[in-house]
């Protein structure tokens, strides 16, 4: 039998093996089209099937209410092995799974929630917001008249010296008084470097070599270079995060550039996803009267009585004041949902048998991949009504508080909303990243009058990155804006 473009043969209790071409199996649709591949094949073949990419063997699991069960199953399915696989090969850093590093790869793991969830959140938050209108007030133009740059550029701008701040530190020379446009010559150039990394991220995430990519590499290692901890220990106010990776690394005795592609691997996961992210959220609000005058509305509730554009005074937000902005974490969420097309892989530890929500058993081979593709749910209609449409309140109940249930079949659904993952790689920033988007979409809406150029420009999430997490816009769009004046209260 001639499947998959090999001699492969599904065996009894497998699931349905998809044909493609000899070799690449569907390669070519799922490159083209991953979420038009997974929903016809579907339709054919029913919630599970096996089909051969680049060389492997993926299992879709695609019934929402299994998700929790594949999710849960870390005794048969390994995480681990293939995305460490993965960053060591894309970010060139050591392998942390040799037993060489036994144990020291766990500490290093358990580093992310130590210090990116509970109390050291509020920190990280604080350290966001001050950096955020450090980064602002160098850019509130003296004049008051409307400045004009694309929102993309605007979002990146803001978000990725801000991000980098938060976590990195400040570069000692941004407090000498001449030290502040070294500093921003080189964060400019940071930021290039990571746009340049970032946009061959799919060919790397594909297969392809970093050294067929020579920009890429030069980029990637320029952002190392900046990441020494040479380069680190001259830098004031490094997060817990990095400071105790720096120390982890440290006495796992790594070598220098090594330590340093671990922090360019750090900083990758800490932007790529927040940045088109916040440009989603940001570009959907001001496309629409009612979600920009209800997001308003919220930030002027929440920061009555501040200063508008005293920089003695600077913008301040309790944790419950940020926890309370549940418009625009709506807002976030629907925008999250619209943009996000992450995949997740599970690798199979041993042939196994895995039972299915309706009671249905399938045998899963030692070796293959299972996939869970959280935009099948974030746009099923039966879930989400109008499904391609923006709606800034989807997740708030009539009492405008956060909602969480949704229902298909009848049925509540416990993973209606995936676009950080689940389980073991459920991603550990998650909390800081909502937090950071809040804070630019209040300090935005507090500080600027904002206008798209053309409100009828409908963008769609640019699919060519699907798999990699938030897709980015396919192009940029024009932003007006200028200073608001009005006395603040
Ligand atoms: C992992 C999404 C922001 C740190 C992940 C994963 C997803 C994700 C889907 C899991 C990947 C998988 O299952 O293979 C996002 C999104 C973000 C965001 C959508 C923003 C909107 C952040 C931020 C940080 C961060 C701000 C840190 C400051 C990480 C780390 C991992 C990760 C360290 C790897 C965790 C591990 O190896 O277990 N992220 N992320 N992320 N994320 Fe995020």
Partial sequence: VWICGDWRKRRTGEPPLVSGLPFIGVTLDYARDPLGLIRDTRKKYGDVFTCKIVRKYFTFITDPFSFSLVVRQSKNLDFQKFAMGFSQRVFGHADFTSPVFSGSYREVHSIFRQTLQGPP?????????????????????????????????????????????TLFGRDAGLLRSDGVKCGKTCMQKAAQDFLVFDRAFPALAAGVPIGLCMPAWRAREALAEELLHDELHRRNCISDLIQRRMDAFDRMHLDETGKARTHVCMLWASQANTLPAAFWSLYYTLRSAEALAAARSEVHRVLSGQALNDPDR???????????????????????????????IRVAKDNFTLTLDSGETVAIRKGDFI??????????????????????????????????????????????????????????????AVNEIKEFLTLVLWFYDLELDDINTDLVPDGTRAGLGILPPPRDVLLKYRRRTETAG
């Fill in 121 to 165: 959140l509020q920190e990280l938050a604080q350290s966001m917001l001050g950096n955020l209108q450090a980064v602002l007030g160098r850019g509130l133009s003296r004049e008051h008249g409307w400045v004009e740059e694309g929102l993309q550029n605007f979002t990146n701008r803001i978000m990725f010296e801000a991000g980098f701040l």
């Fill in 314 to 344: 600077p913008v301040s937000l309790s944790r419950e004041q940020l926890d309370s902005m549940t418009v625009l974490e709506s807002i976030i969420e629907e925008a999250l949902r619209l943009s996000s097309a992450s995949i997740m």
């Fill in 371 to 432: 996939a869970l593709y959280p935009q099948l749910i974030h746009l099923d209609p039966d879930i989400y009504p109008d499904p391609t449409e923006f709606k800034y309140n989807r997740f708030l109940d009539e009492r405008g508080e956060r909602k969480s249930n949704f229902f298909k079949n009848g049925r509540r659904l416990k993973h209606f909303l995936v676009p950080f993952g689940s389980g073991v790689s459920e991603c550990p920033g998650r909390f800081f």
